[in-house]
C-alpha cells in the first residue's frame, strides 16, 4: 500500500510541481488549495503524512496545524510545514506540533525536489509510517 500524502498549498503552481515530485518518489498524493479543504481531507483521509503551506485562504495554517493537533483522530499525523515564512518560526511551530519545517525557498524544484523528497522519507521513517 502506498503512503498517502496530503499537500496543502495555495499555489497551483507548488501544488502542481510538488505533487508530482512526491508521486514520481512513490507517494498517493491528495492536494487541497485552502485551510478548510485541507482540514476537512485529513479528517475524511487520514493521510500518512501532511505538508501545510502556513498562507491559507479560508483558514489559515496556524490554524489548520492547531485544529489538526486537538483532535484525536489526526493529531498522530506528522505535519510537516513548508512555508515562506522565515525560519525564525520553526520553534514556534515545532511547539505547536509540527514535525518539521522547510521553507519554500529551498524546495529546489529545478533540481527534483531533493530537499523535499528526503524530508518527507526522514518524518515518515520517524513516525514508522514510511511504506511506500
Do not use: W
Not at 14 to 39: F, I
Not at 57 to 64: I, S, T
Not at 93 to 105: I, N, T, V
Amino acid at each position: 500500500m502506498k503512503t498517502n500524502v496530503l499537500l496543502v498549498d495555495d499555489s497551483k503552481l507548488l501544488r502542481a510541481a510538488n505533487s508530482h515530485l512526491l508521486a514520481k518518489a512513490g507517494y498517493e498524493v491528495s492536494v487541497a488549495s485552502d485551510g478548510e479543504e485541507g482540514l476537512r481531507l485529513a479528517c475524511e483521509n487520514h493521510p500518512d503524512l501532511i505538508l501545510l503551506d502556513m498562507l491559507l485562504p479560508k483558514m489559515a495554517g496556524q490554524d489548520v496545524l492547531r485544529a489538526l493537533k486537538a483532535n484525536p483522530d489526526t493529531a498522530k499525523i506528522p505535519v510537516v510545514v513548508v512555508t515562506g515564512l522565515s525560519q525564525k518560526n520553526e520553534e514556534k511551530l515545532r511547539k505547536e506540533g509540527a514535525a518539521a519545517f522547510l521553507e519554500k525557498s529551498v524546495l529546489e524544484l529545478d533540481k527534483q525536489g531533493t530537499s523535499l523528497i528526503q524530508l518527507v522519507g526522514t518524518v515518515l521513517r520517524e513516525s514508522g509510517e514510511g511504506n511506500t
